[in-house]
């Protein structure tokens, strides 16, 4: 009887603890979500894409300072260098410096037209240094796929031309065919591929500053408006939109323009072939003797499309999605509720260049993939007024603690999908870690309130909405938190 006396006190005293010690876990929960400032966070993308950092070229000294500037801070919150003490993973990322935004002329029937930036193109990110002139050929998707039966290139001649040509593959279907084609899809082949076949020089149609390109020796190109294409093409005779629509019928289309049009481009850079650029890691290490094994990463691109004459910010892209990791970093850091699992932080180099920075960490794991209970990444996350998670239906026990989340304290709308496979040329750091096996979310923002000035000059802080940023950092510090203390996963 005494016994059982004692068992019943005992348990008494813990349901008593418990009971106090659950309002104190909260009000320290609490204390680290309303520290998170949107002010504190816009400021981080006021530093980030300020001219100092020339639009963070991955691999360009302007990177490499932003990227030390962001170790700074992990260093002044108490996260710890991941990679055997140091805070940066480095590896090869070759760049071109673009000095001017160069110039785009064209000439047919006596008239001259000198074209505008940004408004009519932009120089090519990794363009070659010169001037070239030519007659031009229109390829289409610009792919020679004899095993597919395809081929741009087969009735038209573009030596010594300037050739336009589309981004993109005719197979449009995400499915085991589009592995097919993939390979094709790449526009450092379609590049490659122009050369090959004698082109002097390559307009790319779609005005995208694209740092995921190739530098060929004496090769210029440049990226143009639509209004530009559609411009050339009634010049010659053609409508560039019923032009399109015959690109869809798997048929290649390619024909040469009008003798006398012609485009003269002119590119004033300087390529540095043995640079290196890094990913930025930081680890807050697991209180749990045995959890802290295992890691939650949260990542997201810190490069940018870099200087084209003229500085492209990277604001929303992606200033947005690191500031807001920034943000939830120091807040976990200073938390008083440790996570019993670790949490390591890693801002991707390279992702506009081609992933590599993604591609490296998954190379060169510092936590081992069945050790990695998930990652979620961050791009553009920085205007609107919802939530969209991408995978988070296809790992409910995961998404549950974000969805809490949400539901307790943001209220923000929040729609999620399931992990589709994509058989195409994988667009995101988050396409590497699933292709790894990991589970991975894609945090996004939806219903957009300003304009989105994709890999534009006006990518800047003005077109950011920081209630969405302040409110992204604290369903990722409580979330996280939520997963890394969930000993039932």
């Known amino acids: 009887m005494k016994y059982k006396t004692e068992i019943l006190f005992l348990s008494f005293l813990m349901l008593l603890y418990t009971a106090s010690a659950q309002p104190e876990q909260d009000k320290a929960l609490l204390n680290g979500f309303h520290s998170i400032s949107s002010h504190e966070i816009l400021g981080f993308v006021e530093e980030l894409s300020s001219e100092k950092y020339k639009g963070r070229l991955s691999g360009s000294p302007e990177y490499l300072e932003a990227a030390k500037w962001c170790a700074d801070k992990f260093s002044e919150w108490g996260i710890l260098p991941a990679n055997k003490g140091s805070y940066f993973q480095r590896f ?27 408004d009519d193109y932009f120089p090519g990110s990794n363009s070659a240094s010169g001037t070239v002139t030519g007659e031009l050929v229109y390829v289409g998707f610009g792919i020679t796929a004899l095993e597919l039966g395809y081929d741009s290139y087969e009735n038209v001649d573009v030596k010594g031309k300037i050739v336009i040509l589309e981004s993109g593959v005719p197979y449009t279907k995400n499915d085991t065919v589009q592995v097919k084609w993939t390979p094709y899809a790449y526009h450092r082949y379609k590049l490659e591929n ?9 307009l790319y149609a779609g005005k995208t500053a694209n740092p995921n390109t190739i530098h060929l020796e004496n090769f210029i190109y440049a990226h143009i408006d639509k209004k530009v294409v559609q411009q050339l093409f009634s010049d010659s005779g053609k409508n560039y939109d019923e032009v399109k629509k015959k690109l869809g019928t798997m048929e290649p289309f390619s024909f040469a323009l009008n003798t006398g049009q012609q485009v003269t481009i002119s590119a004033e850079t300087k390529h540095f072939p043995m640079a290196e650029s890094c990913n930025v890691v930081g680890v807050i290490e697991g209180s749990d003797p045995v959890l802290k094994d295992e890691v939650i990463i949260v990542g ?9 004459g003229e500085t492209f910010p990277g604001a929303l892209d992606n200033g947005s999605g690191v500031a807001d990791i920034l943000g939830a970093a120091k807040a976990l850091a200073q938390s008083d509720v440790k996570p019993k699992r670790s949490v390591l932080f890693i801002l991707f180099g390279g992702e506009e260049c081609g992933l590599y920075g993604s591609k490296y960490y998954v ?3 510092l936590f081992p993939v069945d050790k990695t209970l998930m990652m979620i990444n961050l791009d553009m996350v920085g205007n609107g007024t919802g939530f969209f998670v991408s995978n988070g239906k296809t790992f409910p026990g995961l998404f549950r603690h974000f969805e809490q989340v949400n539901k307790n304290y943001l209220h923000r709308e929040m729609k999620a999908s399931e992990q589709r496979k994509n058989y195409g040329r994988p667009r995101s750091d988050a396409s590497i870690f699933e292709n790894a096996g990991i589970a991975t979310f894609s945090l996004w923002t939806s219903n957009s309130v300003h304009p989105v000035y994709y890999h534009h000059p006006l990518d800047k802080t003005d077109v950011l909405t920081p209630e969405i940023m302040e409110d992204a950092a604290k369903l990722i510090y409580l979330g996280v938190l939520g997963v890394a203390n969930d000993e039932n996963l």
Request: aromatic residues 14%; proline residues 4%.
């Open 92 to 118: 090869p990322n070759a760049f071109t410096e673009v000095y001017s935004t160069g110039s785009l002329s064209y000439s047919f029937d006596s008239k001259e037209t000198q074209y505008s930036f940004p």
């Open 194 to 202: 122009a050369l090959a076949h004698g082109a002097a020089g390559l």
């Open 300 to 308: 997201g691109h810190l490069d940018g499309q870099g200087y084209l």
């Open 363 to 365: 190379s060169n794991l």
